[in-house]
C-alpha cells in the first residue's frame, strides 16, 4: 500500500483551502480551472487538455504499456450559496460558495495525481478528470461529447462525493442503481389578461395552474408500482404578476421529476406532458413543456463494487451497504453508463451539516482517506510502483 505522508496531508489541505476561496459557478469555472492546470502541470503528465466540455481539464498519464484505462472524477462547480459561516478561506466570491464539498473532491484527485506522478502506473493509462458544471448536469454530457475525451476510450470510470450523516471513515457503497435519475420540468400556460374587474374578458390560467400543480403532485402514484419510486415535487411557480388591478394571462410552473430508472422516467415524462397539454387545451391556454438540468441514473458495476469493498477492508474503513439507492441525482451516471465503474459516498461525519446548506464546509479530515481509495484503485487497475 502506497504511504500518504503527513506533508503531503498538509499540501492538499491547503489547496482545498484555496480552491474553497476561489468558488465559481457551474459554466464558469475558468479561475478554479486554471488553479488546476497548474497543479497538474506539476505533475508532469503525458498530456494535458483544456477547456474540455466547457472549463474542464484532464491530465493522462500513460505507462506506454498494454492495460485498461482508467478515470477518476472530480467537480469544479461550487453554488450559488452565501458563505454565512466564518472561515480563514471563505469565499471571495460573494454568493458562491463550495457548499457540496467539490473542493474537497478536487483536493483528493489532485493528491492521487500527485501519487501517480511519484510511484508510476505500471499499465494502461489513467486519467485524472476535473469537469465542470456537475450541479446544473450539463457538464458530463459535455464532456462526453467532446471528442478529445471519447479518444481516451476509458474502460473505468470512477468518482466519491462526501455524505454528511454517516460517520467519518466510512465508505458508502451500493452495486447496481447508486443515485436517481432527474430531470427539471417547466409548464408555461398562455392565456390572455384583463382587468380584475373584468375576469369574464380574460383567458386565465388560473384554474389550470392549480389544477396542473395538485395533479402533478398526485400523478407519480398513479404510474409506478409500489417497488418503483417516481416523485415529482414542485420546486416553484408563478401565475401572472403582482397587479391587483389585472386578471393574470400567464404562468409557469417548474418541477423536479425523480425516478430510479430512465424507462419509468420517459414514462413519468410522457404522461407529464399529456396531462399539461391536455389541462391547458380544456381551458383553452397555449402550453409549452420545456425540460432541463436531465440526469441519468447512476448504475454501478458490480464488479467494480467489490474492488472498492477490498480496498476500503484494507483501509480499515467501514462499509455501509445501502438497502435502497439515493433519491438525489449526480451526473456521474453519464460515465457509468458508458462505462464500467462506480460512484461511491465516503461518509463525511454524523453531525456535519448538509450539503448545499450554508453552515456546511468539507471536513478536511476526509483528504486522506479520499486519496488512499482513489489510490487504491489507480494500484489495483493499473498497478503503482513502490
Ligand atoms: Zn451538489
Ligand atoms: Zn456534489
Known amino acids: 500500500m502506497i504511504e500518504i505522508d503527513q506533508n503531503h496531508i498538509t499540501y492538499l489541505t491547503n489547496i482545498r483551502h484555496q480552491l474553497h476561496s476561489m468558488a465559481e459557478l457551474s459554466g464558469y469555472e475558468k479561475n478554479t480551472a486554471a488553479f488546476i492546470q497548474g497543479l497538474m502541470e506539476q505533475c508532469h503528465p503525458d498530456e494535458i487538455i483544456a477547456n474540455l466540455g466547457g472549463d474542464g481539464i484532464a491530465a493522462v498519464f500513460d505507462s506506454k504499456i498494454p492495460g485498461p484505462t482508467l478515470l477518476l472524477r472530480a ?20 454568493g458562491v460558495s463550495h457548499k457540496c464539498g467539490h473542493d474537497g473532491h478536487m483536493a483528493i484527485l489532485v493528491g492521487a495525481a500527485n501519487l501517480a506522478a511519484k510511484h508510476k502506473i505500471q499499465k494502461g493509462k489513467l486519467i485524472v478528470l476535473f469537469q465542470p458544471a456537475e450541479e446544473t448536469g450539463q457538464g458530463a454530457t459535455a464532456i462526453m461529447n467532446d471528442e478529445r475525451f471519447t479518444a481516451l476510450k476509458p474502460d473505468y470510470a470512477f468518482a466519491l462525493h462526501n455524505l454528511p450523516g454517516y460517520p467519518k471513515n466510512s465508505i458508502i457503497l451500493r452495486k447496481g442503481n447508486f443515485a436517481a435519475a432527474s430531470r427539471g420540468l417547466i409548464i408555461r400556460l398562455k392565456g390572455h389578461t384583463s382587468h380584475a374587474g373584468h375576469p369574464e374578458d380574460a383567458n386565465a390560467p388560473t384554474l389550470a395552474f392549480s389544477g396542473l400543480i395538485k395533479d ?10 409500489f417497488n418503483e419510486p417516481a416523485i415529482i415535487t414542485v420546486v416553484h411557480a408563478r401565475l401572472g404578476a403582482v397587479a391587483f388591478g389585472t386578471t393574470p394571462g400567464d404562468a409557469e410552473i417548474l418541477a423536479t421529476l425523480r425516478t430510479y430508472d430512465n424507462t419509468l422516467m420517459q414514462k413519468l415524462a410522457d404522461r407529464v406532458s399529456i396531462l399539461a397539454h391536455e389541462t391547458a387545451k380544456a381551458f383553452g391556454l397555449e402550453c409549452e413543456v420545456a425540460w432541463t438540468e436531465v440526469f441519468d441514473p447512476t448504475i454501478n458495476t458490480a464488479e467494480e463494487v467489490e474492488v472498492l469493498k477490498e480496498i476500503s477492508q484494507k483501509a480499515g474503513l467501514e462499509i455501509i451497504e445501502k438497502e435502497r439507492p439515493f433519491p438525489w441525482s449526480e451526473d456521474f451516471g453519464t460515465f457509468t453508463e458508458a462505462f464500467k465503474g462506480a460512484l461511491f459516498g465516503i461518509g463525511a461525519g454524523l453531525k456535519t451539516p448538509q450539503l448545499h446548506q450554508e453552515e456546511y464546509d468539507f471536513p478536511d479530515q476526509l483528504l486522506p482517506q479520499g486519496v488512499e481509495i482513489f489510490t487504491g484503485l489507480i494500484n489495483h487497475y493499473l498497478g503503482l510502483g513502490s
Open 75 to 94: 467537480e469544479l462547480d461550487a453554488l450559488p450559496i452565501r458563505e454565512t459561516i466564518t472561515l480563514d478561506y471563505a469565499s471571495k466570491n460573494s
Open 216 to 225: 402533478l403532485t398526485a400523478l407519480p402514484v398513479s404510474i409506478s408500482g
